[in-house]
């Protein structure tokens, strides 16, 4: 047992209908405290509400800002054992101060300098790296073990790329030029219900998984549409896909836009085309915990309000435009992040003065908790309009 | 928003390695601060420990002062609408005050004074009810709606009671004495990842919900063993059947003892004998998040210390003697409760001097949140001898 | 290969709208011939109907002829190794002569006589045991193996016991008495798709497989509702109950038709109670091939007419009353059994006249080849009135 | 009930240890014919054999064969309503002259000539079209109900085309060549099992159905590696990706090869590199009742001899090799066609000599009815060297 928390909590929000203060309760309510026990008809309007109060905020975080400090991390704070990673998260302002982007997501900004390796380790804790700009570093999966030598895996902008609980994993960059990138992870989701392990991995990794690869050996197998290897039997609890490349993602949306045009449909509602990354292994959510998104609102489109249980971090690829979030509403442009809390009304609409672009939509990359409450039958969905 | 939580959060366990304080260091700090930013280097021994390191504590609560202060609570605290049951919760000592047992799981005594009815409501929260003494409540499920009349499922020692999430109840005492039961629930999981909803039902139970029965309707449609009803269709998120009857359980695990003795296996060790409440439907564990069993440890035997992802709550139900949970050791006997917190070992041991039974065996009732952990795969499990 | 059939098929059904013949057409058609193939036109009629066009014939066998047949073999048949089993088939006259009840199923009446052994063996078909009358015979299931011995599995009227493929038994008779019941099997499919393997076991069962026992060590562990042994592990395909007895079923059958006439369903049509026998591991039908149900029509009630892909077997197991399939009526009595072809409707008529029971229902064992319909989602039902 | 098969049976096996034949046995039998009923024991080595013993004959067809009586029937043999297509089947030498491959699977050459419509109808066998050589057909799929129209998917070269049951389809030869490709059906099986349902359609195709696509809409909704659109919810019971693309195909067996030559496994074994055409949806299967497969056999490689449950029939896509079944083994080149029996082993051989091309590999297509056999847990395999 640690000793974090606060010793007495005091519910947000009172329960009506309290009996009367005699001396008799209050001797009750101290036999209570004694006890170590809390009666729930003072608790209940806290934890039972009628529908979720998310302590987290609705909150946006510019990518200008996080890249000035990431950039500033860079020159000051090495990477190494230990520390293992130059990741600054979002700490919602509702959650206490925790790096906790919602109750149940962490989302970091990753920075690696040229020449860097971020060291290799594993942990329960699914991830997720995301490449909102630039290119040139690789992260090497599964490098200790039976095989021979990790899979190095390239990450470029808009590529997207899984990685199951409990793989061994290292970054490095190649390159002249230092990049950033999102890490998402269920970091906070399994801090809560503490079923976290970790290890550190080898202190280097090895010549060959600092060759460049074209394709890392995951896609080589897995990224043909429909198409299973034989070599493969078993396949463990995320996605043997370790990359999702941009130029598949973007394709996929054009196209549902285009059968829009043509009369098919194809979009979930008028000018909103989504894609959802899928383990091609069984269909499923890439991780058992996170689900990944990509969402395309057409120039002038906007989507309809949307509440659900779970929470959401979204990041703006490309484009810009207005995002309403609850009662909050941003102006959003290219690398903003922004959260979702359970239960918040959430729809975006794209800008439609755009001229720089021949589309003009808008493009955001979605992460939620999705995986968790619909494996719980916990999941509800509601448009608001 | 809420705003329950601390602003400021300190992690419990600080992470090595730090960079060296310099002013530049201060300044970059302060710019995290400022823009809601935490670095993981500072955090990632408190969110990433080498494995689960609960904030929970092994704890232990006598019955008997359970039972006298719920008793206090029948004469003081009267039952109705808003304060909804006078059911009054386990608080782990490690979970800064709040009525949770473990970080996911609530554990409540709730007492019901004679004829007296705790009103109708609905929650997802999964719940289910377990009875270590006394009889002549029943629970009225599903009243609104459909059907005629809720389903009136009479609870007696020994009986164990699910109810999943959304469906309907009330409770009745027909009887002239209090009754006291167990409430097991997800209410903290559901409050961590927000996905709680609520409503108040009718304000009265019919008449004819109000006459006793021998066996509810469930049992009759579906407490036969692997017999399916035809007439029933689609089976929602929770277990059909709404009482496991004590009868039942008690000739289970009497008959894995017998086959034990006759040399043909059937115990999970030498002395040990379980059984999983199931959902006959599916034979999957009887709520989406919640796991119940039973385990019957036989006079004199010792279960091996097992330490598994996910945490549990125990009640004797008879017999006496002792559990070891980490490093905590108590002699228990019928009524007491006490949680394993994740990663934690647990033994028990039968006491052997009993005279006052044929068997002297010690019968545990337990539950857990396995069904979460083996859903999102973050189930394991290591025997520690 | 062997060499069975006869080597020119002449399809029942001609197509429509075939080409004109000419001499090129005749070449043509020599020409197939020569190369082994075979024209779709020619053929599509028989092959592609419209709707299930059964090869198998509505038929009756009566339940005394039956039986006095069985009992003219136990006279003159041994049992023993080679033959294996004293069982003898429903041939329906629409299918060749082949001992198949219907191009699926097989269903054989098996007889065995005071003292008799039949010898030990095992099979990939899956099969089941029903009993219409009589006692005092025993399954032998799994003796050979890790097992010290196997489970003897005592039989008594209305017991039904399913054994899925490749499980080692034998039979013995410890009465004085001769014994009849019912095998049932997917002989024939496992035929058509040519899945069979078979093996010999043991020449003799051991003296301790030879003790009459009260109940299977299966039915100590499995069967109590809703509760699963925590010591069993990985389960095989079939149901790990090995028998489920008439006191259950007769039970979950009367309750139902109580709750109808309380007023609370329970019943799949007025009077017409119905359970399917399945997996208590998993909910799932007994074996992977074979669904078994048991019917129990109230005096004086008549089924809708229901039509569905696949076949089925019934034996009346109690009362008497009018069966219609297709264009086919019988009346039937106790031990009478017929077939149902596919998409042939199927109804019943409890007749009101009796008096000699209570109840005067119409009691139906039912077993089809619905779960390969359905795992393959070739399942249709349609009720015809 | 039809009137197909012959009326008396006799079994290719003699079952051994038969009764001795005695006056009272012979009317025993005449009993047995009179009442319909056939004893096990004269049945037993023909229906239980202790391993498959298929009906079917390994046999080889050529393609230059096919191809010529193809195109003679293209000459002579219309296309319309009521002979549906112009598909020659494949009729297994030990299956009775019936047009069937194997017992479960129907494989046929179609052929149509240019500007040809073969009429829109729908049926529940499932089907799918894959394309040795040729191109400029397309398939229209759903062009009735909902949809505006159908979706018309291109046919080229290597192109495998699955097509779940009980969707309409038609097809049309836009170009001004003749096109052959072969049809893959489970007509067999669902003649065995019966469940087969037939419709008609519309008698001509719309004039936007006859425009040629570069791309289905079925590929541009499913076919980008990994993505799901979100604007489909429920998914019927096979693959909704209509066409996989030879050019990924190709590149997916490359990319194996080059893995192995690289020293990262990624085949089979030495050598042959597998994919299986799977629904992008969930992973399985594209069909429910069949598997589809591609191997690439390189230069000088062989494959182990390996026997299965269930059958498969296969096409040589390119390359030329020998190929070995049960005790038969063939020279075989491309497009030509061969079953594989139940439980005969079959292994492949590259030649080694090839020059006219740069990998020189034999490149398989099969496909077999595995899903039926996995579903129903009667899947087996050994390999036999």
Redesign the interface.
């Known amino acids: 047992?640690?000793?974090?928390?606060?010793?007495?909590?005091?519910?947000?929000?009172a329960?009506?209908?309290?009996?009367e203060v005699?001396p008799?309760?209050e001797e009750?309510y101290r036999?209570?405290e004694q006890?170590?026990?809390?009666?729930?008809?003072t608790?209940?309007g806290?934890?039972?509400?009628?529908?979720?109060?998310?302590?987290?905020?609705?909150?946006l975080?510019r990518w200008q800002?996080?890249r000035r400090?990431a950039e500033?991390?860079g020159?000051?704070?090495?990477v190494?054992?230990?520390?293992?990673?130059?990741?600054?998260?979002?700490?919602?302002?509702?959650?206490?101060?925790?790096?906790f982007a919602t109750?149940?997501l962490w989302a970091?900004i990753q920075y690696l300098m040229p020449g860097e390796d971020a060291p290799e380790h594993r942990?329960?804790?699914h991830a997720f790296r995301f490449v909102v700009e630039g290119s040139g570093v690789w992260t090497v999966v599964g490098g200790t073990g039976d095989?021979?030598a990790g899979d190095a895996v390239p990450m470029r902008r808009g590529d997207f790329l899984p990685q199951a609980?409990w793989n061994w994993h290292a970054h490095h960059n190649a390159t002249t030029e230092p990049m950033a990138w999102i890490d998402g992870l269920d970091?906070p989701?399994?801090?809560?219900?503490?079923?976290?392990?970790?290890?550190f991995g080898r202190e280097q990794i090895s010549e060959a998984e600092r060759i460049t690869p074209e394709r890392s050996?995951s896609e080589?197998?897995?990224?043909?549409?429909?198409?299973?290897?034989?070599?493969v039997g078993d396949v463990g609890?995320g996605?043997p896909?370790l990359a999702?490349k941009w130029e598949?993602?973007d394709?996929?949306l054009s196209?549902?836009l285009?059968?829009e045009r043509q009369?098919?449909?194809?979009?979930?509602e008028p000018g909103h085309a989504?894609?959802?990354?899928?383990?091609?292994?069984?269909?499923s959510d890439?991780l058992?915990?996170l689900r990944a998104?990509f969402h395309r609102i057409a120039r002038g489109a906007q989507t309809a309000p949307v509440r659900e249980?779970?929470?959401s971090v979204y990041q703006v690829f490309d484009g810009s435009g207005t995002v309403r979030v609850g009662d909050a509403s941003w102006s959003v442009t290219r690398g903003d992040l922004f959260v979702v809390?359970?239960?918040e009304p959430f729809s975006a609409t794209s800008e439609a003065g755009r001229t720089d672009s021949d589309s003009g939509a808008l493009d955001l990359f979605r992460f939620s908790?999705a995986?968790?409450?619909e494996?719980?039958?916990?999941d509800?969905q509601e448009i608001t309009r």
Chains 1, 2, 3, 4 share one sequence.
Request: glycine share 10%; no cysteine; charged share 15%.
């Open positions: 047992m640690s000793t974090t928390d606060t010793p007495v909590h005091v519910p947000a929000v329960a009506p209908n309290q009996p005699t008799a309760l009750l036999g209570f006890e170590l026990l809390v009666p729930l008809w608790q209940i806290d934890l039972m509400p009628e529908r979720p109060n998310s302590h987290a905020a609705p909150h975080w800002n996080l400090l500033q991390a020159e000051i704070v090495p190494g054992r230990g520390g293992e990673r130059r990741a600054i998260a979002l700490a919602n302002p509702g959650l206490g101060g925790r790096p109750p149940t970091a942990h329960t804790q095989t021979p609980g970091i989701f399994q801090y809560l219900v503490e079923s976290q392990f970790f290890q050996r080589r197998l897995w990224g043909h549409p429909g198409l299973r290897p034989l070599s609890p996605s896909l999702y598949h993602t394709a996929a196209d549902q285009l059968l009369g098919y449909g194809g979009t979930v989504a894609v959802r990354f899928t383990n091609p292994h069984n269909g890439v058992p915990t998104e249980t779970g929470s809390p359970s239960w908790d995986p968790v409450f494996a719980l039958r916990l509800r």
